[in-house]
């Protein structure tokens, strides 16, 4: 059974500031892995979409790379700013069509 | 253009009771998914919809639980006789379908957010 695990559960950095949001999985068969950022109270926005095939996504200030040999995925979010407040998921797609989330990380940046 | 809705927003009904929540994806997405959104559970699977194809039902807890899909469009989420355990948000998303082997971008609405007293 799939496991994606998301560490660490929460971060609290200040502005400006670049950080790395981790993401494993157990099964590395998985068609693709989405990123995802969820505000309070609200669904669930999609950010980044890579393929198996592919080894990162860019966009904007958010780059993903994955590694599926290894089971890792990492969110790189440069110049960290308030707006970038949220929770953040990342889940897989594996066999049938249905993603398998993690917990998410919870991030703060503080003005 | 418009996105994925779900209504209503927020639902709160006593334990016992049937409650129906609904589902409108983006216009022209085949696919349509179900999820559920629990403290302490996370973000989990219920049902799939393509097309006409039998919908995959792996993810629903329990048999108080059913959905439908009418023309292929808007979808409904039925729990009977709720618990309080079944006090979640409720997700729904869509996506294109552009056959097998290919997984595309899901699009999730707000939610509704039931709470069972």
């Known amino acids: 059974k799939q496991e994606v695990t998301q560490i660490p559960a929460a971060l609290s950095v200040p502005e400006g500031e670049n950080l790395v949001l981790n993401c494993s999985f157990t099964d590395s068969a998985i068609y693709n892995l989405q990123w995802f950022r969820q505000d309070p109270g609200k669904g669930l926005t999609s950010l980044l979409l890579?393929?198996?095939?592919?080894r990162e996504q860019t966009s904007g200030r958010l780059n993903a790379s994955l590694d599926k040999s290894s089971g890792r995925s990492t969110l790189y979010i440069a110049a960290s700013q308030p707006g970038d407040s949220a929770t953040y998921l990342c889940?897989?797609?594996?066999?049938?069509?249905?993603?398998?989330f993690g917990q998410g990380t919870r991030l703060t940046i503080n003005p | 253009g418009a996105g994925v809705s779900q209504s209503p927003s927020n639902k709160v009904t006593e334990k016992g009771k049937d409650v129906e929540l609904r589902c409108d994806p983006i216009?022209?997405?085949?696919?349509l998914y179900w999820y559920r959104q629990s403290l302490g559970q996370g973000l989990e699977f219920l049902i799939y919809?393509?097309?006409?194809?039998?919908?995959?039902k792996s993810g629903l807890p329990s048999d108080r639980f059913s959905a439908e899909r009418t023309g292929g469009s808007v979808s409904t989420l039925t729990i009977q006789r709720t618990q309080q355990e079944d006090s979640a948000v409720y997700l729904c998303?869509?996506?294109?379908?552009?056959?097998?082997?290919?997984?595309?971008?899901?699009?999730f609405g707000p939610g509704t957010r039931l709470l069972v007293l």
């Open positions: 998303a869509s996506s294109l379908h552009r056959g097998t082997g290919v997984r595309e971008t899901q699009y």
């Open positions: 919809f393509q097309g006409n194809s039998a919908p995959d």
């Open positions: 890579i393929q198996s095939s592919q």
């Open positions: 216009s022209g997405h085949t696919a």
């Open positions: 889940a897989v797609f594996q066999g049938a069509q249905k993603l398998v």
